[in-house]
């Protein structure tokens, strides 16, 4: 069996979250009974950036090269500003927590809001993007 090795996680992270992605679907299928409803939209909208990040990352994986040659303007776009590296951590190491966070603590009152938050910014209500805050 062979060992685990960041390198060759940070190669295939996106397929490791597609695989999870599945993982996540039929568990949150068979517990959504049990599940509250902001637990059960938490985990498909974790689920949707598992398959969201392997689209871009992996198939067709557009992505890395478009972001760094638009925005950037670099000379090398597979390789800087955005690299595989810098990819692993934004997506994994920061992006994670936050989508997890309300499905494990549903009752938190900063969990639910992370992921519209980071999504959509400060602004995103001004913007029209989050609902009214309820009264």
């Not at 992996?58 to 595989?84: A, C, I, K, M």
């Not at 900063?110 to 009214?132: C, I, Q």
Request: glycine content about 12%.
């Amino acid at each position: 069996m062979a060992r685990f090795s960041l390198d060759s996680y940070r190669r295939q992270w996106p397929r490791v979250g597609g695989v999870l992605a599945m993982a996540l679907g039929g568990a949150t299928a068979l517990a959504a009974g049990r599940m509250s409803k902001p637990q059960t939209l938490s985990a498909a909208n974790f689920g949707a950036l598992l398959v969201h990040q392997y689209e871009e990352y992996q198939d067709p994986g557009w992505f890395p090269g478009q972001f760094n040659h638009g925005l950037f303007h670099s000379d090398s776009p597979r390789n800087y500003v955005l690299n595989t590296n810098s990819a692993l951590c934004v997506n994994t190491a920061f992006a994670y927590p936050y989508y997890i966070a309300p499905i494990l603590f549903p009752k938190a009152p900063v969990a639910g809001p992370v992921p519209g938050a980071v999504r959509h910014g400060p602004g995103g209500r001004a913007r029209g993007h989050l609902p009214p805050p309820r009264r």
